[in-house]
Structures are given as structure tokens and as C-alpha cells.
């Protein structure tokens, strides 16, 4: 059984990597701070993180024991809420990019509508684009979407991942001919990646199938009639990445970011929040 008080402080330590701002945040010393680490380190019989003149730095055992932290700390806090009477009540309005319908976020929702029964969640699922504009409108109160890596953080960044050319195994391209695209219809962050890296090159495309959900993209890719962009770790088991073999340009990271409305209520935003983190969303199911 994992203390959840050495967890919480191994937890802010791998968030911060410093063991004056993981005091500071804790409100304990940093000798406590280190105690516990060590406390934790024992208890697991592995070495969680590293200190050299550089800093703090986590080992591969350290990466998979905050993995475990965020969901043991989440699972905590739910029982707490639940058996003390004090369970978040209130209306939800979550919005979910299309693509991450393919992911563990079905489940996630699932579980997190058995865990909070008097949270009313209402989900919308669209392109990123409309659904942060929902979200800056007043619309939504909680948004997961996709934008280009690097942008200044709006918000929470879950999870990044490069993005890919993605087609049938077989799928063959004359070096002259247009590139047959599938795409979602536009503004799409996707389909404006394609045709950018495409026209930076000088190839020329044509759209052979605009779709407005994911599940056109990978019918349409599975009927072998185009190529599209897709996120690399949740290309499906029967299709593959085929930028390479094709001799398709590189394209842009993404990362997937959870962004709140700041009008929103704290106590229902927060717990989906947790909940996505704490579960290991970005992968195909």
C-alpha cells in the first residue's frame, strides 16, 4: 500500500523538478520533501529520480511511478468525495475533438459519469477549431482538442504526437500525379498541415473525399481511394504510416490540450481534469 502523502510529494517534485519549488507548493522543508522521496523509493525498492549540478531529473521507474501517482491520488480524491457526502454536483459542457472518440476517452467519460452521478455531462464532439471557439464564446465550459506543438499554453497539455501520412498498406502514388487526399472539411488543422506541407514542396493534390468525422477518414483510407494526416499513435491496426515510403513531406507535432472556461464552475471542471490525466488517453483503442 503506497502512502498517498509520499505520493502527492513525489508527484509535485516530478512535476516541478525542484526541491525548493515542491516545498514551497507543499508548504513542508526540503529535507522533508527528500525524506519522503527516499521513503517512497524504499517502498518500491527502485530509484525514482536522479540529482546531479544540472538538477532533478526522473528515472524510467521515476516516469512510471508519476503515471501511477496521478491515478492512485485521483482515485483517492473520488472516494473521499463520494463516501464523504460532498460529490460535485452541477452541468458540465465538455467538448472533444472527433479523432480522440478513437482513443480511451469513451471509457474515461464512462467511468467518470458512474463515479460523479449529479455531475450532468453534456458532450459535444467536433473539429478543434470550432470547438475552441465554442469554448472562448461562453458555449462550453471544458474543451480536449488538438493544436500545433509549440503554441504559447492556453492550457493543460495532455499529451503530444507527431503527425503522419496514413493510408492503406498496398497504396501506390505516380511522383507525378496530384496526391489523392482524404480530408476533414475545412477549417481543419489536419487537412491545412496536408496541403501547407504539400505546396511547400511544390506537389500538387486533389481532395478525393471530404469528411466531416473520423470515421469517413479511415472508411475513405480503407477503401484505398487517398492518403490522409493522421496522428501517428492512433493509426489503427489495419492502415500505416506511409510518409516515408511514399516520399511525403514531413509535418508539424501536435499536442492535445484540456482548456477550461475560466467562468466555468471549479469543482466539475477540475474532476474531468483529473480524471483524463490520470488515465493514459492518447492511444487507439
Known amino acids: 500500500m503506497l502512502d498517498p502523502i509520499l505520493l502527492r510529494t513525489f508527484l509535485t517534485l516530478a512535476e516541478t523538478l525542484s526541491f525548493t519549488q515542491a516545498a514551497g ?7 522533508t520533501v527528500s525524506q519522503h522521496v527516499r521513503k517512497l523509493e524504499t517502498a518500491v525498492s527502485r530509484t525514482l529520480l536522479v540529482r546531479d549540478t544540472r538538477g532533478v531529473a526522473l528515472t524510467d521507474n521515476g516516469d512510471a511511478m508519476a503515471g501511477f501517482a496521478r491515478t492512485i491520488l485521483a482515485a483517492h480524491g473520488q472516494a473521499d468525495a463520494y463516501f464523504s457526502g460532498q460529490a460535485n454536483r452541477g452541468r458540465l459542457r465538455f467538448g472533444a475533438a472527433d479523432d480522440l472518440a478513437i482513443t480511451q476517452l469513451p471509457r474515461i467519460l464512462r467511468d467518470f459519469r458512474r463515479l460523479h452521478p449529479h455531475i450532468n455531462l453534456e458532450l459535444t464532439v467536433n473539429q478543434s477549431g470550432p470547438l475552441l471557439r465554442r469554448l472562448k464564446a461562453g458555449q462550453l465550459d471544458l474543451v480536449f482538442i488538438k493544436q500545433t506543438a509549440g503554441q504559447p499554453a492556453e492550457g493543460t497539455r495532455v499529451a503530444s504526437d507527431q503527425m503522419v501520412w496514413m493510408a492503406q498498406d498496398g497504396i501506390a502514388l505516380e511522383p507525378n500525379e496530384p496526391v489523392p487526399l482524404i ?14 506541407a504539400l505546396e511547400a514542396v511544390g506537389r500538387t493534390w486533389r481532395i478525393t473525399c471530404n469528411t466531416r468525422d473520423v470515421n469517413g477518414v479511415l472508411a475513405a483510407v480503407r477503401a484505398g481511394i487517398g492518403v ?5 499513435s492512433l493509426i489503427p491496426a489495419d492502415l500505416v504510416k506511409v510518409s516515408q515510403r511514399l516520399v511525403l513531406p514531413d509535418l508539424p507535432a501536435v499536442d492535445y490540450v484540456l482548456m477550461a472556461n475560466p467562468a466555468a464552475g471549479r469543482g466539475p471542471v477540475d474532476a474531468l481534469t483529473n480524471a483524463i490525466l490520470s488515465r493514459g488517453v492518447i492511444r487507439a483503442v
Open 183 to 196: 480530408a476533414y472539411q475545412a477549417p481543419s488543422i489536419s487537412r491545412q498541415m496536408a496541403i501547407d
Open 228 to 232: 490522409a494526416v493522421f496522428p501517428h
Open 25 to 31: 507548493r507543499l508548504g513542508i522543508s526540503q529535507p
